[in-house]
């Protein structure tokens, strides 16, 4: 490709728009070749040069990053003059020379990352300052409270301190099940050799099976021995974040002695209908200076435009149309997203009993989705946001450091239905709150495109069961735990 502006790559890449590309050139946030060029006259050539926003590569389609469920057995290597299987065998990359991201024991399973991006290796495996992993443990016999405070307080075996983060007792299949002191999760930074079973051995017991479960903000799921998968950009990014906030972390670096707490974001908030999202989005945008974007508004802004257009949900073919032709759009207004219908703004028109009793039919449309889904990418990469609705953490933004799913009895939110409709100058009596909220969630959980579910890794919140107050004190602290 040849030499181009700067700002060009940058939206091309779809970082930003031309706009707000420039305005981050001349913030002095891009780097090419490692030098920051802050004048908007630069160029660059996107095939040879590495061009990096705030420090993390821009054209990632040059690199792979592949999470694999190493099983045991596999060494974490890239070649062995033995002939024993490695981790690179177990993946097909061609054209690619991928490396492993730090390794796993021979007898050790579970996560491992693997790479052609050096800058990404080299954030997550500097020695001082490793990212969170977690492992889970079972061991030969039960270890009480007292021995599992030992190992988070630290043990010392063969001259060295090893120190786990926390230990926790867990069931080994999910969080349903009773927990069994068998089964631990071990969280930790360091990463010396063999830790977890040495410091399991100086408090007397034996590792039978040790698997990573988290590098960071990445997870294992439901990734089955020897299956690998590649990472979103968004799960990219987190790793970059995660990576820099380690670093800032480390006493007498630079970024310690200069930054300003970091706050992890994008935040990602899902839940049912009345479930209190918004009390919740409202408190901690307001606390930590987030942008606020409500998807609700703009499945909303779409019914509207819709039944405007006389364009009925079950014409899915005008419905894409219409979602294509791009007159729906975003504006920010004291830290909360508006939406507007050609550039008129609807906002406030969005609560009418026409649109609320037509939108879970337009929102079931997977085309419409992947549209409004695509735009509320954009809006979270161009700035520290917080988004609400029913896909957030497990279609729009999977790579999320936090994501909060709020539940409550249904009961509960037919009531909190009815005093909202109150608030909006609307009349409901309470079984046509109950009709609604049930209606509603029944569509939104069944439909086939992106119906609502428990993200992956979410924090669950019963909102029926705290009052507002302790349930923002619960998801402040889950904000500042991740913070640095
Ligand atoms: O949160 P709300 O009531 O404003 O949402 C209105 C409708 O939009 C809801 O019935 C489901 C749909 N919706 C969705 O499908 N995906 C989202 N991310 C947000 C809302």
Redo the contacts with the bound molecule.
């Keep these: 490709m040849a030499v181009e502006r700067l700002q060009k790559i940058l939206s091309n890449a779809g970082v930003a728009s031309r706009r707000s590309a420039e305005a981050m050139i001349v913030a002095g946030r891009v780097a090419v070749n490692g030098k920051t060029l802050d004048k908007l006259g630069a160029r660059a050539d996107p095939d040879k040069d590495e061009i990096t926003l705030d420090g993390t590569p821009v054209l990632r389609e040059r690199y792979r990053y592949v999470a694999l469920h190493k099983p045991t057995g596999v060494l974490s290597t890239t070649r062995d003059e033995r002939g024993r299987p490695t981790v690179t065998s177990l993946v097909d990359a061609p054209g690619a020379t991928l490396h492993p991201v730090g390794r796993l024991d021979l007898e050790s399973e579970g996560l491992i990352l693997l790479t052609n991006d050096g800058a990404l290796t080299e954030l997550l495996t500097h020695p001082r300052h490793e990212v969170r992993k977690e492992y889970l443990v079972a061991i030969d016999q039960p270890l009480g409270r007292k021995g599992r405070d030992r190992l988070v307080r630290g043990v010392r075996h063969e001259g060295e301190r090893l120190k786990a983060d926390s230990v926790q007792v867990v069931s080994p299949r999910g969080s349903a099940e009773r927990p069994d002191p068998r089964w631990l999760l071990v969280a930790l930074h360091g990463g010396r050799k063999r830790e977890i079973r040495r410091m399991l051995s100086v408090v007397g017991r034996r590792v039978v099976t040790l698997r990573r479960v988290r590098i960071g903000p990445l997870t294992l799921g439901a990734l089955g021995p020897g299956e690998s998968r590649d990472l979103t950009p968004e799960e990219v990014q987190a790793l970059y974040d995660a990576g820099k906030r380690a670093e800032a972390r480390e006493p007498g670096s630079m970024a310690a002695a200069t930054m300003k707490p970091q706050h992890p974001h994008p935040v990602a908030i899902?839940g049912p209908?009345a479930s209190g999202?918004s009390t919740l989005a409202r408190a901690l945008a307001e606390r930590f200076g987030y942008v606020l974007l409500?998807?609700?508004?703009?499945?909303?802004a779409f019914t509207l435009a819709a039944l405007r257009a006389g364009v009925p949900a079950s014409d899915a073919a005008a419905c894409t149309e219409l979602a294509r032709g791009g007159g729906l759009s975003l504006t920010v207004q004291d830290r909360e997203a508006r939406v507007a219908l050609d550039g008129e703004d609807v906002t406030d028109l969005l609560r009418s009993p026409e649109v609320e009793a037509n939108?879970?039919a337009y929102?079931?449309i997977a085309e419409v989705?992947r549209e409004l889904v695509a735009q509320q990418r954009l809006f979270a990469a161009q700035r520290r946001s917080l988004l609400?609705?029913?896909?957030?953490g497990s279609v729009?933004l999977p790579g999320a450091p936090v994501k909060f799913y709020l539940q409550a009895a249904e009961a509960v939110r037919a009531q909190r239905r009815g005093e909202q409709a109150a608030e909006w100058g609307e009349q409901q009596s309470a079984s046509e709150a109950e009709r609604d909220i049930s209606g509603?969630d029944e569509?939104?959980s069944t439909r086939a495109a992106?119906p609502?579910v428990v993200p992956e890794g979410a924090i669950v919140i019963d909102s029926g069961e705290l009052d507002a107050d302790a349930m923002i004190a619960a998801a402040i602290a889950a904000i500042e735990e991740r913070s640095t």
């Design positions: 899902d209908a999202k409500d998807t609700g508004l703009m499945y909303r939108v879970s929102s079931a989705r609400v609705g029913r896909d957030i729009v509603r569509t939104d992106s609502l």
